[in-house]
């Protein structure tokens, strides 16, 4: 699974742990920044990330800032995104199951590390309900 990650300087630290465990899991995982902790614009990330995601060039994003909500509504921006901001793991899991979400978004600041990897894994490991209402709806999402 290739999977396509960014923050910015709130969001790094989390990121980086992120990245872990992901890789560990046997992900190739792409960083699209930021890469440092020094003061930075999310959408200079965000919009590369959902850019790669919509072009299929990615299987799927995380996208992480402070309160998770920027850098979310920057790559909800992208026709082909579907972002979740995530903060529980039942969240991920019904993102994924309803909505096909396929960037997932975390809040750094609004939660910890252990958390946030069970809702990373949550997330990749529940798959779509295809067909029926669900695939209905989210066929219904972009507007184009």
């Not at 989390?14 to 959408?43: H, N, R, T, W």
């Not at 994003?61 to 579907?82: D, E, L, W």
Request: aromatic share 8%.
């Amino acid at each position: 699974m290739k999977i396509a990650i960014a923050s910015d300087h709130a969001g790094y630290d989390l990121k980086q742990q992120v990245i872990l465990f992901l890789e560990d899991a046997g992900a190739k995982v792409k960083d699209y920044g930021c890469y440092s902790k020094e003061s930075c614009d999310y959408p200079d990330f965000a919009h590369p990330l959902a850019e790669a995601v919509e072009k299929g060039e990615q299987d799927f994003g995380v996208v992480i800032c402070s309160t998770g909500n920027g850098i979310t509504m920057t790559a909800n921006h992208h026709q082909g995104i579907r972002a979740a901001l995530c903060w529980e793991t039942e969240l991920a899991e019904l993102a994924r199951q309803h909505n096909n979400a396929n960037v997932l978004g975390l809040p750094a600041s609004f939660i910890r590390a252990k958390k946030a990897l069970e809702i990373v894994h949550t997330f990749f490991t529940t798959d779509f309900e295809a067909g029926g209402r669900h695939e209905r709806r989210v066929n219904k999402i972009a507007c184009r």
